[in-house]
């Protein structure tokens, strides 16, 4: 195997935003007469594209007119998110510490350029990804491994090489998919519905990580 290579999921993983996308779902559904509870849309929706999103709550809605609806969800999510944003705890100083140590780092997310672009102006990371892959550029969603494929891809790493930071049962699905091992960052979900051969720790955070010595691990 070669040197380790870090690839993130970004809600939940990277930020603590999934409350403020399940308000920003609440009002969404409410204004459009969708009638299932909140916590039925995330365990539909999280990990998917925007337009996955979209057809999976609202039925076969055309490109132009799904990204339109997202484009609106979206939109909610930012506005609840900006007043109280934040990190997972120790996610830059983890990133920081994995750069020290030479480690290529990538982002995956299902999330649009406009989330993307949100999340890293608020973050302030001391240095950026290597590589950014989002939910709008034409990969499927997860829990297919395009988006982790195609972010090994760009960092120019194996996919054996690659270990997935992920809070979401859909994203653990999609590395176990994509041939890489796991870190379940135990956010939003609980360690049983993030398990899997793969996965390789379960966590609340970045601090409760580093105090594992993950990355001096990884040169064993």
């Known amino acids: 195997m070669g040197t380790p290579a870090l690839v ?4 939940g993983t990277m930020v603590d935003s999934m409350p403020a996308h399940a308000r920003s779902w609440e009002a969404f559904t ?4 969708i009638a299932l509870p ?7 929706t999280t990990g998917r594209t925007g337009v996955e999103c ?12 799904a990204l339109e609806l997202i484009g609106e969800k979206e939109a909610l999510y930012r506005a ?18 994995a750069q020290e140590r030479g480690l290529r780092w990538a982002v995956a997310t299902a999330g649009d350029k406009h989330n993307i672009a949100f999340v890293l102006e608020h973050l302030q990371l001391a240095q950026p990804p290597r590589a950014i892959v989002g939910g709008d550029e034409g ?6 491994p395009d988006l982790f494929l195609e972010a090994a891809r760009r960092i120019g790493a ?25 870190v379940a960052i135990c956010s939003t979900h609980g360690p049983r519905e993030l398990a899997g051969p793969h996965v390789i720790a379960q966590v609340r955070d970045y601090e409760e ?5 993950f990355l001096e691990s990884l040169d064993a």
Do not use: S, W, Y
């Open 8 to 11: 993130f999921d970004m809600d």
């Open 30 to 33: 409410r204004r459009h007469g």
């Open 38 to 44: 909140v916590a039925e849309v995330l365990r539909r």
């Open 54 to 65: 979209i057809r999976e709550l609202m039925g076969e809605v055309g490109e132009p007119r």
């Open 80 to 97: 609840a998110f900006a007043g109280e944003f934040r990190e997972v705890a120790g996610f830059r100083r983890f990133t920081v510490q």
């Open 139 to 144: 990969l499927r969603g997860k829990p297919e």
């Open 158 to 182: 194996a996919p054996a090489d690659c270990i997935v930071f992920e809070d979401a049962p859909f994203g653990i699905e999609a590395a176990h998919r994509a041939g890489m091992r796991a």
């Open 209 to 213: 990580l580093m105090t594992t010595n």
